[in-house]
């Protein structure tokens, strides 16, 4: 698993892409689980929502970036590339999380509140990130995939806040 965190290390860095992780089914569901469970311990230990409205927000935001992405791949006729995509982009989202969590840790034990600046950060770095998986996976310009990024970013935050009645 440490190998599969750096490679994931590596595409957050723009170094590498999806192609060079496994197209695992297997690999898909763990990261995916793990990414559900660190999102839901890292909301629910920042905010008061309640867990359940945490829960559908994160499932929701997964299940819609799943099917967009799924339809970009398709539609530039690369759908065979959708598990590695998922991988990456899940794994990587899974990354931030962890940086987001050790980051929030650090401001309660020093005192501090840099959380403004810090998803500003993860919001910058995640659509540059995830602007460049797409690049990879549908080899088209980087322009072009960091704007349907952030437009993918900007869809699932209203659709999953929408799911838990909230506009």
């Known amino acids: 698993m440490l190998s599969i965190l750096s490679q994931f290390w590596r595409i957050a860095q723009l170094k590498s892409g999806p ?7 297997f690999l898909l569901l763990v990261v995916t689980v793990l990414n559900i469970v ?14 359940s409205m945490v829960a559908t927000t994160i499932l929701t935001n997964l299940a819609a970036q799943a099917l967009l992405i799924f339809g970009l791949l398709y539609l530039v006729g690369k759908p065979a590339r959708l598990t590695q ?22 401001m309660r034990l020093l005192g501090i509140d840099f959380m403004t600046t810090l998803a500003l950060t993860i919001l910058f770095w995640s ?35 929408l799911a838990v009645g909230q506009t």
């Open 38 to 51: 660190l999102s839901l311990t890292i909301s629910v230990s920042v905010g008061p929502q309640p867990a």
């Open 127 to 161: 659509v540059l990130v995830f602007g460049y998986i797409l690049h990879k996976a549908m080899e088209v310009h980087m322009a072009m995939t960091i704007a349907l990024a952030f437009f993918l970013t900007m869809v699932t935050v209203a659709l999953g806040q």
């Open 85 to 106: 995509t998922l991988i990456a982009y899940f794994g990587c989202d899974l990354l931030m999380n962890l940086v987001i969590g050790v980051s929030i840790l650090i």
């Open 19 to 25: 192609e060079h992780l496994p197209a695992s089914s």
